[in-house]
DNA sequence: CATTGTGAACGGGTTCACAGCA
DNA sequence: TGCTGTGAACCCGTTCACAATG
């Protein structure tokens, strides 16, 4: 493990690695191999030896991995060794969907934050939160050490919003609405998108 | 084009090139090209141009592509050309958002059948929908033609529910919940979890 | 003896670069 | 001239195969 620069697709990995790994703590396990683990996840144990391998020797031949000692380690690469505060961005159904799912605690994130610009919804309450106003964003994160936002506003607008985002300090934006976001560099954006995903299977489909 | 076999990693692009497509068609644009789309997008126009000659010559020399002819093209392609029924699984709060989301129409697909197995549950309305019973599911797809179902039960449960909508005769699933499915070949999965991708990105934030 | 870590071989997707054509 | 379609070159991620070791 002599590494600085991981490709992305690796990274992109060693959360659904987490995800396993912690489920088979829950299911009590102690120790599991490349082989076990690949195979929940559908992998080949050549590729998750190989992407552990960049980032150090967390194994034992002849005996595998030591779960929670790999979980300790993952969760310290990938930063979730600590607790993210969130923006959530948009009070519609979906914002409230998200405001309510009770799963992400355990695993490093916190709704900490929701802003939408409709008037009717702006002091509103969403799951203990009361609603702020979207165009007071910059003021209510300043200080906040708030750097991911959830964005679940309509397409129309996104680009505009997450241009006002990243300009309030925004480093990581998860995109629900169904547009391509043109950002700095330095500003990471993953997209959710039902929408693309069914196409891409109806695609296999009769 | 001579092709029988595309690469999966192209046909996930297509739905992002029609969508961009249909966004330019709003826009009461009549023609593009592949740079255009490629900046829009975030891909190289060469990359553009390679994926979409596995299916065709679809663009003209000097002039580009018809953006309503090359929609037609990927609608055809993507078999989105025709209206897909989904079933729902799971009437929580996801469940609701998704239900009450509008955006599936005018993409091909709706939301026909919504089912849960909680009794608190069955038999109340979403979105003009009565919740029907979950274990009646594979009767009430009998014959209804639908293939295709979204996933928003408990992780704890995925894996079960999933074997018994193979059973009954569904080819592909989006599944929100956060575990890998296990499925016989020739059923199509595809997942949705947002821990997954801020995992991702909180590895690019210091 | 089971299983890791890894250099080397392999494979396939991306980019290049240019002929061809409107 | 502008832009497509595509063979060839390139690049990079995956798989192989085996020495190393608890």
Redesign the pocket.
């Known amino acids: 493990?002599i590494n600085g620069s991981i490709?992305?697709?690796?990274v992109g990995?060693l959360p659904r690695y987490l995800q396993a790994l912690q489920r088979m703590h829950q299911e009590g396990r102690h120790t599991?191999?490349?082989?076990?683990?690949g195979d929940r996840l559908g992998?080949?144990?050549?590729?998750i030896?190989?992407?552990?391998?960049q980032f150090?020797?967390?194994?034992?031949?002849?005996?595998?991995?030591s779960i929670p000692f790999l979980i300790g380690q993952l969760q310290t690469i990938l930063k979730v060794d600590r607790m993210w505060d969130i923006l959530l961005v948009g009070a519609g159904s979906l914002g409230h969907a998200i405001a309510n799912y009770n799963g992400f605690a355990n695993r490093g994130f916190r709704i900490a934050l929701i802003v939408d610009n409709d008037p009717n919804k702006i002091g509103t309450k969403i799951a203990n939160f009361v609603v702020q106003d979207a165009s007071q964003v910059k003021a209510l994160l300043f200080g906040s050490g708030i750097k991911i936002a959830m964005l679940t506003v309509p397409a129309s607008n996104a680009q505009a919003v997450a241009e006002e985002l990243t300009n309030a300090g925004i480093k990581a934006i998860l995109n629900y609405a169904p547009v391509p976001l043109s950002l700095p560099k330095g500003i990471h954006v993953e997209y959710i998108d039902p929408l693309i995903q069914l196409q891409h299977m109806t695609y296999y489909i009769d």
């Open positions: 493990m490709p992305d697709i690796i990995r599991t191999s490349s082989k076990e683990l992998y080949t144990a050549a590729q030896r190989k992407d552990l391998s150090g020797e967390f194994g034992k031949q002849g005996t595998g991995y």
